[in-house]
């Protein structure tokens, strides 16, 4: 029996997304820049897909700017405000401390070039305080960056309020929704920001296809130079069959999510289950302000990476946080910003479920794991007399 339970890592493709995907690999080839019929059937898949992605976030096609992932969208967001609002002279940041790297790296990277950057932490169940965000911004605060949903413990932060004190201090809000999307509803004008990022392969689309939503009126210079695909804000022959993917994918995440509170409740029957049979353990994040699918578990006495295998020998796929940090023994950056003891930010597991997770599934699991923690506890136990 293989199990997978690491849906924020990557999602499997959905049936739509894949078919999608092949037609433009095989029918809608073209380049959607010619002028030609093959040009313009991609170019038709590329309009398809920006409307379905718009409309999953309650956006204009117009102002949804494809990239090649959640990476490069956080990057364009940062980076092109960034050189847009340089000229002004107001270059300080705020962001929160549990950001995913792709926002945490980029941010370092302004700060090489003479940004000025706030990390604001969050209280220890993972939500970020508007109130802290206020605080830290200054009269040269141009960016605010705080993600919708926590790719670790799942814990959705007050956007929209904290996008409201970006803008009253005119400083331009962007979000990372790459782990809403899909999950939760997500509006742009309800949220209230400026820039917001998204991933395919989070909500069912291939990799290597994301797109970052732009406020019309909101300045950004183009990281990518070239030619003038994207409105002149991404250069580069568009990926039409990843996009194409994308789209179908968004099309069919916007319908489930209805599938949501059932993915809720077999979460909820891990975390209930793994808590009752195996002692010393405990949840991390805010158990009522969280995505559906995420719990994020501390196994006390054991190294998260260790459990890691175990499972997987078992079949069964989880993860120790941010899938980008794994195969280190690097503490998790988000546990940590929430101030959990030092043992809890390396011995806690993610457990990501989907739509295709079922109940025969979550039960393996919760009967598998007594036995899996006595045994690591009980190999951790001379080492831990050793090193005393
Ligand atoms: N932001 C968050 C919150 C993520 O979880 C991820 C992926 O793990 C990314 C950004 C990066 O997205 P991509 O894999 O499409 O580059």
Redesign the pocket.
């Known amino acids: 029996m293989r199990i997978y339970l690491d849906y924020?890592?990557t999602t499997p493709p959905l049936a739509e997304a894949v078919a999608a995907t092949t037609r433009a690999l095989t029918s809608t080839f073209g380049n959607a820049s010619s002028v030609h019929a093959y040009g313009q059937s991609a170019k038709a898949e590329l309009d398809e897909a920006r409307a379905a992605v718009a409309a999953l976030i309650g956006a204009e096609p117009s102002e949804v700017v494809f990239t090649s992932?959640?990476?490069?969208a956080?990057n364009l967001a940062l980076r092109g405000a960034a050189d847009a609002l340089d000229p002004a002279g107001r270059r300080h940041i705020v962001a929160s401390a549990i950001e995913?790297e792709?926002?945490l790296n980029t941010i370092r990277a302004l700060e090489r070039r003479g940004w000025r950057a706030t990390l604001v932490t969050p209280d220890t169940s993972g939500v970020i305080d508007p109130a802290a965000v206020e605080a830290a911004m200054t009269a040269d605060t141009a960016i605010v960056s705080v993600?919708h949903a926590?790719?670790e413990v799942g814990t959705i932060q007050p956007v929209a309020e904290i996008a409201a004190i970006a803008r009253a201090r005119r400083a331009l809000m962007h979000t990372?929704a790459?782990?809403s999307t899909g999950k939760i509803p997500v509006s742009v004008s309800a949220l209230g920001v400026d820039m917001l990022?998204l991933?395919a392969?989070?909500f069912g689309g291939p990799?290597g296809a994301?797109a970052l939503w732009v406020r019309r009126g909101v300045r950004l210079v183009a990281q990518m130079t070239g030619g003038k695909h994207e409105r002149n804000r991404r250069a580069g022959t568009e990926n039409v069959p990843a996009i194409a993917g994308m789209g179908a994918a968004a099309l069919a995440a916007a319908a489930k999510l209805g599938d949501m509170p059932a993915v809720a409740a077999l979460r909820d029957r891990l975390e209930a289950g793994v808590l009752a049979a195996v002692p010393g353990t405990t949840v991390n994040g805010d158990p009522r302000r969280r995505v559906a699918n995420t719990t994020n578990i501390s196994f006390d006495g054991i190294e998260a990476e260790s459990l890691l295998i175990a499972l997987d020998l078992e079949g069964v796929a989880v993860s120790t946080g941010?899938?980008?940090s794994s195969g280190s023994l690097e503490p998790s950056h988000v546990l940590k910003a929430m101030g959990l003891p030092s043992p809890r930010t390396r011995n806690s597991l993610r457990f990501s479920l989907g739509a295709a997770t079922t109940p025969a599934e979550v039960d393996f699991v919760v009967d598998a794991l007594p036995g899996l923690v006595a045994r690591l506890r009980t190999l951790n136990r001379p080492a831990a007399a050793a090193v005393r």
């Open positions: 924020n890592a992932g959640g990476t490069e956080d995913h792709a926002v993600m926590n790719n990372d790459v782990q990022a991933s392969h989070k990799k994301g941010s899938a980008c």
